[in-house]
């Protein structure tokens, strides 16, 4: 039986050890439960690491500014942090130490397992008190998840769509007593023809501490975005189609958690805000 690497792998020769990395993130797509997509989280994150660590299983690591290089081992992903952005994806804080196993080092860490190939999609280093601040939001969230209830009409996905700057939106998140998300897409001529009405029921709602969120999606990119910035920078972007609907323009009422009160599809250009906004419970 082969020797161990300090990751707790086999210290096959690299050439085999990529076969491995192979055969552990080309696995097929699946419904994952949180136990089973923290595990998932962790096996992707070891392999990524093998993949660029020497047969020692360390790490040899660059540090910008002193050009010093540090030879680090892989720990363990940090389970309570890891959870779903949707899409597929999951983020997480990973753990690390120095050779001797004296100092440690921690980085943020984007992986996805929605698809056929499971990888890293970004790779961040955090300091000890960023990765604390991390580790709070990520029991806050687990908080509010845990706390979710449906309305009489369902609930919004468990969900974060970013906008254009990369702003991140969790979507079952509301400010206020009711919230309203409105769906459109830059190939239906029903959304094109609204588009001014939905901005004015934007401002109406304003007026009223109602938040409006709009997102654009199920189209290419390079059109979701050129139609999401007729809404401003905060329209939240969902080329992949992240989010169903069964129709468009659609429209939601949700409460703080995701439940949604009220929901209807289509827009008329012509209506009043206000005649919307009573349509919508608003």
Known sequence: MPRLDANGFPAYPQAVRLCWLVLLVCLPARAQDIEGARANFDTVVRTYVI?????????????????????LKYSQAEADTV?????GRWRG???FTDQAGKKKFYAEIVVSTGGDLWD??????????????LRAASLESAKKRAARKP????????????????????LPDCAAEKCLTVYVTPWCPY??????????????????????????????EEKVRSYAAEFGPDALLDPDAKMSNRGV???YVSSDGGGVLA???????????AVTAASLGL
């Open 83 to 87: 959870h779903s952005i949707g899409g």
């Open 120 to 133: 890293v999609k970004s790779f961040e280093w955090k300091t000890r008190a960023e990765a604390e601040v």
């Open 151 to 170: 309305g009489p009409k369902g609930i919004l996905p468990d969900l974060i769509l970013v906008d254009a700057s990369g702003r991140e939106d969790y």
């Open 191 to 220: 959304c094109r023809a609204a588009t001014g009405a939905i901005k004015a029921l934007r401002e109406h709602l304003k007026g009223k501490g109602v938040p409006v969120r709009v997102i654009v999606g199920k189209d290419d």
């Open 51 to 71: 993949q660029r660590s020497d047969e020692n299983g360390l790490w040899p690591l660059k540090r910008k500014g002193s050009g010093k290089v540090l030879k």
């Open 93 to 95: 804080l990973a753990d």
């Open 263 to 273: 929901e209807q599809s289509g827009a008329s250009p012509d209506e009043p805000s």
């Open 249 to 251: 323009p659609h429209f």
